[in-house]
């Protein structure tokens, strides 16, 4: 008889076993929210071949599956955060140059400046992330103190949002720019017959122009360093915005040698020989890069007052901005897109450009469709305007910390009553029922915490204002959750194969240290990454 109970035993064990499917990672104990049609939560799933296989509780999938384990602990599991509006590759670029963002004064800037030529004595200087409106002299500074400490050596520092810089003399000269010169779509700032060094917008092109090109190294050293920080947020996939058909080579090759392990989302910048090279080659998709559309530049941004309003800015009277290209050439370029079958994806700021836009797109889109066409920003918008994103499906692709950055001084630019409609993150997810959630980066931080913080919170990182800043625009967490996730992939036309923790889509997810669905509100920004999982791989372990 004991014998008999052995046998049995061992057969059950022996056939229990092999029953088991095979999986290559389990993970379970954890929250996992699957931003599934439902919002469902599970505690466990499975990753086969880097797909999600099953999702259920932790006892029926470690029953049912066996496999690499991951014990979650306990903690709350995200699909891989996507970035829905960022500059991924002129972030790794500016990881190689002088990093201004945060400085306090100009002063500071040019100690920067200093130490950067010292470590780096070749060859041009280049920065960017300063912003007048931190300091307490909110004017654009001159390029006097630049030409003193770098009389031969050419520098550009481009404002935080790209759309100014400050060049010195050595720069300006080089590019052949004049006192006095018009360009269209831009400014070249003269003041008492000089060339204080300030440029807008289009007047930027003639310097950077003159800068010589990443070599072949340094471009892949830029994405690769990308990369790493993305991976470190959180970060499964980006939407590159804005970027040439040259790096499309670059990218393909670092991802077929799976170094670049990034999903990226590529719209090329509005030129003929980005028309030409999509038109020709036709959409380029793979399960890690996606080309099919085309970033297009209505206006400039509202700190540098380059935003194109319907009236002049408050605070600089009888100026109301301008349009980077004539209107006719918005037209044409929408016509031929569409024409093309490809997405359009258009900066909007201004009040002014929003409406313009939007009605170039109602007349090529006529109506309701599913082409996914989206305004990049949609900052600034009249509320007579906001009902032309839902009568022609168009979608607000929008960056929940351009509210809490600018939120100091946007009504100073706009006044009270025109404020109102900016940043209205709410009113324009009201018009399709969705909304693609970004960052902006290096315009912004990267860490996409900051993104979920700023738009349920609508506060800066010391709880101002105590309120929050015009609420009525906040939206909740899952409407946070699904910006940054499905929506975003949505936004990109591939909800079917990522955005969320379901059977069938890629095991793209991310772990955190706490539960930003449950966590105390003030302190959402501080949640960290445990571990990011891109195809099921481990890329990155805090």
């Not at 950067?116 to 001159?142: L, M, T």
């Not at 955190?512 to 501080?526: S, T």
């Amino acid at each position: 008889m004991i014998r008999k109970i052995f046998v049995i035993a061992i057969s059950v064990l022996f056939f229990s076993c092999h029953s088991q499917k095979q999986a290559d990672l389990i993970v379970h104990n954890a929250v996992v929210y699957t931003v599934d049609d439902k919002f469902s939560v599970a505690e466990a799933f499975a990753v086969k071949d880097g797909k999600i296989i099953e999702t259920g509780n932790s006892e029926e999938i470690l029953k049912k599956y066996t496999g690499s384990v991951l014990d979650a602990e306990g903690k709350a599991v995200y699909p891989g955060f996507i970035d829905g509006h960022s500059h991924f590759y002129g972030y790794g670029q500016g990881l190689q140059q002088v990093d201004l963002v945060g400085t306090k004064s100009w002063e500071e800037i040019l100690e920067k400046l200093q130490e950067f030529s010292q470590e780096n004595p070749k060859g041009w200087i280049i920065g960017r992330g300063w912003d007048q409106n931190d300091w307490a002299d909110r004017e654009f500074p001159d390029n006097v103190k630049l030409n003193e400490l770098f009389p031969n050596r050419p520098l550009i520092l481009a404002r935080i949002d790209g759309h100014a810089a400050i060049a010195n003399k050595a720069a300006l000269e080089l590019a052949g720019l004049k006192p006095g010169q018009k360009i269209s779509g831009g400014e070249v700032e003269t003041i008492n017959g000089k060339l204080s060094g300030i440029l807008v917008d289009n007047a930027q092109g003639a310097v950077y122009a003159k800068i010589p090109d990443q070599t072949a190294a340094q471009i892949r050293e830029s994405l690769m360093d990308a990369q790493k920080n993305c991976f470190a947020a959180g970060l499964t996939s980006v939407t590159d915005c804005g970027i040439s058909h040259n790096l499309i080579p670059v990218i393909t090759e670092l991802q077929q040698n799976k170094q670049l392990k990034m999903r990226i989302y590529a719209m090329l910048s509005d030129n003929p020989e980005n028309y030409d090279f999509l038109f020709k080659n036709g959409a380029i998709k793979s399960d890690r890069l996606n080309v099919r559309s085309f970033k297009v530049y209505m206006d400039g941004a509202l700190g540098s007052r380059g935003a194109c309003l319907l009236k002049p800015y408050s605070d600089k009277p009888g100026y109301s901005g301008f349009l980077l290209s004539d209107k006719k050439h918005f037209a044409e370029v929408a016509q031929k897109i569409a024409d093309a079958g490809f997405q359009m994806n258009t900066h909007a700021i201004g009040d002014s450009a929003n409406r313009e836009i939007l009605n170039v797109y109602a007349k090529v889109l006529r109506g309701k469709n599913d082409f996914r066409w989206r305004i990049e920003h949609a900052q600034v918008v009249n509320q007579a305007d906001f009902k032309l994103f839902a009568e022609n499906n168009i979608i607000p692709s929008v960056q929940s910390t351009h509210a809490t950055s600018d939120m100091y001084w946007a009504a100073d630019r706009l006044g009270a009553g025109r404020v109102k409609g900016a940043y209205a993150f709410k009113q324009l997810l009201d018009q399709n029922g969705w909304l693609v959630l970004g960052t902006d980066f290096p315009v912004e931080n990267i860490n996409p915490m900051y993104t979920f913080y700023a738009a349920v919170v609508r506060k800066d990182m010391k709880g101002y204002p105590a309120g929050g800043y015009q609420m009525e625009n906040a939206i909740s967490r899952e409407e946070a959750l699904r910006g940054m996730t499905i929506w975003a992939a949505k936004g990109q036309f591939e909800e079917k194969e990522k955005g969320s923790i379901e059977a069938g889509k890629f095991a793209d997810f991310v772990i955190l240290d706490q539960d930003i669905m449950k966590a105390d509100a003030e302190q959402l920004f501080n949640a960290q990454v445990l571990k990011t999982y891109i195809n099921g791989e481990n890329v990155y372990s805090k």
